[in-house]
C-alpha cells in the first residue's frame, strides 16, 4: 500500500507561485510514476503533469513553461513548482502514483492506482 500525502497549497494572487508536495510511503519510490492532477470547481477532475521513473515529464499544454514537476527519490517526494499562476489554475490538486517496473506513463487518471487526498489552490485576482 502506498500513501501518499500532498501540502503546499494555499491562496495566491494571479502571477504568483506555489510550490506542491507530496511525499510517498514506501521502499519503492524510485519505481513509482507519478501524476499531479486537478479538479477545478464544478469541473471533472484534468491531468496537470506526471514524471516517469528516470524523471522525464509530460504537461498538458496550459501549464507549459508555467508548471515544473521533479521528485526528489532520497526524501519519497515529488514537486510541482507552478509559477505565473492564472484564475483557471484554481482547483484541488491530487497527487496520484503507480508502481511501474518501465518507463512507461499514461495520462489518465484510471491508470494510477495512489491517490493522495488532495491539497487547494486558490488563485485570486
Known amino acids: 500500500q502506498v500513501q501518499l500525502v500532498e501540502s503546499g497549497g494555499g491562496l495566491v494572487q494571479a502571477g504568483g507561485s506555489l510550490r506542491l508536495s507530496c511525499a510517498a510511503s514506501g521502499r519503492s519510490f524510485s519505481s513509482y510514476a507519478l501524476g499531479w492532477f486537478r479538479q477545478p470547481p464544478g469541473k471533472e477532475r484534468e491531468f496537470v503533469a506526471a514524471i516517469r521513473m528516470g524523471g522525464s515529464t509530460r504537461y498538458t499544454d496550459s501549464v507549459k513553461d508555467r508548471f515544473t514537476l521533479f521528485r526528489d527519490n532520497a526524501k519519497n517526494t515529488v514537486y510541482l513548482q507552478m509559477n505565473s499562476l492564472k484564475l483557471e489554475d484554481t482547483a484541488v490538486y491530487y497527487c496520484?502514483?503507480?508502481?511501474?517496473?518501465?518507463?512507461?506513463?499514461?495520462?489518465?487518471?484510471?491508470?494510477?492506482?495512489?491517490w493522495g487526498q488532495g491539497t487547494q489552490v486558490t488563485v485570486s485576482s
Open positions: 496520484a502514483a503507480r508502481i511501474t517496473s518501465t518507463e512507461v506513463l499514461a495520462l489518465g487518471a484510471s491508470w494510477y492506482a495512489y
